[in-house]
T-cell receptor
Framework: DQQVKQNSPSLSVQEGRISILNCDYTNSMFDYFLWYKKYPAEGPTFLISISSIKDKNEDGRFTVFLNKSAKHLSLHIVPSQPGDSAVYFCAASAPNTDKLIFGTGTRLQVFP | ETGVTQTPRHLVMGMTNKKSLKCEQHLGHNAMYWYKQSAKKPLELMFVYNFKEQTENNSVPSRFSPECPNSSHLFLHLHTLQPEDSALYLC???????????????FGPGTRLLVL
């Protein structure tokens, strides 16, 4: 049973436009959410996070939105750049556990 | 050298071999993790160590044996693996364990393992 789901395996966006990556979760106990980015032959790198007490967190071109009632979070990248082309993973954690639960990832391609 | 390093980067082994994966973090973190990433599957947590003590074993088969001699080093000893164990094995570290606010983890580049 997959608790964190990224239903879009891939996304293609033109440079300068907005990229929206989506993530759904099933465990209502999750209280912290993160996005990681992964380039080929490298490990995932932390991008941005959000606590369940917030519904939005912004860092430069990256904004994460959390809709707790829908158990949905999204990552917005504005404007998208070719260097943003990578696989993006969302992850979640619940209180009192040492586990991060990851989604399967969405491959973003930003073309000129 | 900074960050999290892993060796070897690639490994091919037979089912009767014994090999070890090594991870080293240069970040002064207290928690270290082993993850497995198989094709088309999410990253799967295997083990968690906090201050050298194992705090999580995610029902991993005994043919995978972790070792954490100190907070900077983590090993994964492999023996009698199966072809389905072929995957990317990622090591990560965080300042503290996840339950203590250490959700932000720093990953190494991984070891791509092929079991023949």
């Amino acid at each position: 049973d997959q608790q964190v789901k990224q239903n879009s395996p891939s996304l293609s966006v033109q440079e300068g436009r907005i990229s929206i990556l989506n993530c759904d979760y099933t465990n209502s106990m999750f209280d912290y959410f993160l996005w990681y980015k992964k380039y080929p032959a490298e490990g995932p790198t932390f991008l941005i996070s959000i606590s369940s007490i917030k519904d939005k967190n912004e860092d430069g071109r990256f904004t994460v939105f959390l809709n707790k009632s829908a158990k949905h979070l999204s990552l917005h990248i504005v404007p998208s750049q070719p260097g943003d082309s990578a696989v993006y993973f969302c992850a979640a954690s619940a209180p009192n556990t040492d586990k991060l639960i990851f989604g399967t990832g969405t491959r973003l391609q930003v073309f000129p | 050298e900074t960050g999290v390093t892993q060796t070897p980067r690639h490994l091919v082994m037979g089912m009767t071999n014994k090999k070890s994966l090594k991870c080293e973090q240069h970040l002064g973190h207290n928690a270290m993790y082993w993850y497995k990433q198989s094709a088309k599957k999410p990253l799967e947590l295997m083990f968690v160590y906090n201050f050298k003590e194992q705090t999580e074993n995610n029902s991993v088969p005994s043919r995978f044996s972790p070792e954490c001699p100190n907070s900077s080093h983590l090993f994964l000893h492999l023996h009698t693996l199966q072809p389905e164990d072929s995957a990317l094995y990622l090591c990560a570290s965080s300042q503290d364990r996840v339950s203590a606010g250490g959700e932000t983890q720093y990953f190494g580049p991984g070891t791509r393992l092929l079991v023949l």
